[in-house]
């Protein structure tokens, strides 16, 4: 709603993307992205476009109305676009990609994170990552092609029993064709995206976004260029990485022998 009252406003007071995008030193497409809703509008963001284009405080009481949201603020942007996309691109050096992850999983990644959190805050931050696998109920839409790490499958976290079923999980989603996976090797080497985790969004009617994600931090990319050279990593990295087919054969085998090392 706020992207298609922007635009309207926009064109009213007679100003390109561009031009928009000036004083409030953003570029035009991300001006693009606000309207296609696929970035979010800040109250400070909205309460500038209010000055700019006249439109008393809609934009900043409107923004006020939608601020609270279930992920951290590093995060919010990239989830919010990620709900939106066509198509999902990853690369995961560390952990399951966030979709993916299984209840127990889930919960031993964020007491690693926070230690001395209550149950309850735990059990809010499992929730609010479960509830995004919801993008995967429908069955084609959107594409996830994900590339992990050897060390995603190799890195015991939870305990061996939590990464068999996590892992189990991975592969079921492969065999039933819901998702792309592909696994980079540690025998790949030296490879294109060696310090961090990458996500790339597609969409419909809006230009592609990259997603930089650190301890605590994340960085949402809109610059054609940029997200380019970031689409040309991820290709680069799908060249090293294993088949899907040898993939979900490494998947699968990891994940018996966690389940036999259990039983064991």
Known sequence: MLGAELRVARKRAGLSQDKL??????????????????RRMTVELGRQIDTILGTDDFFTRNCQ??????YPDHFTEAAEAEGLAKAIREYAPLLIPGLLQKEAYARAVFRAYQPTATEAAIDALVEARLARAALLADPTTPLLWCVLDEAVLRRVIGSRSVM????????DLIRSHRIIVQVLPFSAGAHATMDG????MSFEDAPPLAYLAGHTTGLLLDDPATVARHFL???LLTASALAPR?????????AEDYAHDEQA
Do not use: C, M, N
């Open 21 to 38: 995008g000036e004083p409030l030193f953003v570029s035009g497409s991300f001006i693009g992205q606000l309207e296609a809703g696929t």
């Open 65 to 70: 109305a939608v601020t609270k949201f279930k």
């Open 164 to 171: 068999a079923e996590a892992l189990r999980h991975l592969a």
């Open 197 to 200: 985790p990458l996500k790339l």
């Open 233 to 235: 990593t991820y290709d």
């Open 246 to 254: 040898e993939s979900l054969a490494l998947i699968e085998s990891v």
